[in-house]
């Protein structure tokens, strides 16, 4: 049995908050490694909801530069992976009703 979470937090935008009232899609900040079938059967048994559907992409971090008396240091941001998930009609979450 995997111990690990795979939701890490969700994610509300102003698109996503248009796609939640019509199309009923969330989206969640999820680990890099979960796949489509561990996302789902997170979602369903954290939120009690039946799943329809889960999309997911990578994320590529940023590059980032900071200046500095010694220099100019380049770095980057982490890379990491959201998942879109839509539930089926008769379901919604009551998580992103006060944002």
């Known amino acids: 049995m995997k ?4 939701i890490i937090k969700p994610l509300y935008t102003e ?5 939640q009232e019509i199309l009923n ?3 969640f900040h999820v680990e890099n490694h979960a796949n489509k ?5 997170a979602v369903e048994n954290k939120f009690e909801v039946k799943v329809k559907s889960v ?3 990578n994320v590529v971090g940023k590059m980032r ?3 500095t008396r010694k220099g100019r ?3 980057r941001r982490p890379s990491w992976k959201k ?4 539930l089926e009609a008769d379901y919604k979450l009551e998580l992103f009703d006060n944002a």
């Open 65 to 67: 530069q900071q200046m």
């Open 83 to 86: 998942a879109i998930v839509t």
């Open 25 to 27: 899609k969330y989206a």
């Open 37 to 41: 079938i561990e996302i789902k059967k």
């Open 73 to 75: 240091f380049t770095g």
């Open 55 to 57: 999309k997911t992409m």
């Open 3 to 6: 111990t690990r979470s795979t």
């Open 15 to 19: 698109k996503m908050a248009a796609q």
